[in-house]
T-cell receptor, first 112, second 114 residues
Framework: TQLLEQSPQFLSIQEGENLTVYCNSS?????LQWYRQEPGEGPVLLVT?????EVKKLKRLTFQFGDARKDSSLHITAAQPGDTGLYLC????????????FGKGTKLSVKP | DTGVSQDPRHKITKRGQNVTFRCDPI?????LYWYRQTLGQGPEFLTY????????KSRLLSDRFSAERPKGSFSTLEIQRTEQGDSAMYLC????????????FGPGTRLTVT
């Protein structure tokens, strides 16, 4: 059974601070996605990473895929209250034909 | 709006009743997925369709659950004889074959079984 572990589970910071959240597995991903979810809504796709060592940037968000494709990180620079939400990573292990395995998420709260 | 839509957004039902949810995917997407999400957890895969064919079902999908996608467009998820443990957010997602890892989610249907 593939498992995706995310850390930390909760994070509360002040506006302007930087933060990093992590996603780890003992299995190799074919690809990994990061989503952001707000209460009562569905997850919104932020990024897909495919190549080991890949780095992608989305405004103040930087996503990194580990060289061995077993882990990923999301770094937010100068967090803003609008970044508040649940950040989910989801892995595709290749043999699943597309159904994603999700972590439990990191619940981020950015206070003004 | 050309995103994934789900109906209803909220459903409250009594234990033992049947409920049906609908999902309309992004129009050009041929793959459609159903997930379930409970409080404090990430979404868990239930089943998926490629066009009208149901290709994979999770062991989470008990005999009380059935999903259809009769014309390869919208899909329905029915839960028979609901139980309190069925209370969850039911999420639908769609994708294109070949980029199937990039799944786009609808807003979900929140089911509460009393």
């Amino acid at each position: 059974t593939q498992l995706l572990e995310q850390s930390p589970q909760f994070l509360s910071i002040q506006e302007g601070e930087n933060l990093t959240v992590y996603c780890n597995s003992s299995s190799v991903f074919s690809s990994l996605q990061w989503y952001r979810q707000e209460p009562g809504e569905g997850p919104v796709l932020l990024v897909t990473v495919v190549t080991g060592g890949e780095v992608k940037k989305l405004k103040r968000l930087t996503f990194q895929f580990g060289d061995a494709r077993k882990d990923s990180s999301l770094h937010i620079t100068a967090a803003q209250p609008g970044d508040t939400g649940l950040y989910l990573c989801a892995g595709d292990y290749g043999g699943s034909q597309g159904n994603l395995i999700f972590g439990k998420g990191t619940k981020l709260s950015v206070k003004p | 709006d050309t995103g994934v839509s789900q109906d209803p957004r909220h459903k409250i039902t009594k234990r033992g009743q049947n409920v049906t949810f609908r999902c309309d995917p992004i129009s050009e997407h041929n793959r459609l997925y159903w997930y379930r999400q409970t409080l404090g957890q990430g979404p868990e895969f239930l089943t998926y369709f490629q066009n009208e064919a149901q290709l994979e079902k999770s062991r989470l999908l008990s005999d009380r659950f059935s999903a259809e996608r009769p014309k390869g467009s919208f899909s329905t998820l029915e839960i028979q004889r609901t139980e309190q443990g069925d209370s969850a957010m039911y999420l639908c997602a769609s994708s294109l074959t070949g980029t199937s890892v990039e799944q786009y989610f609808g807003p979900g249907t929140r089911l509460t079984v009393t």
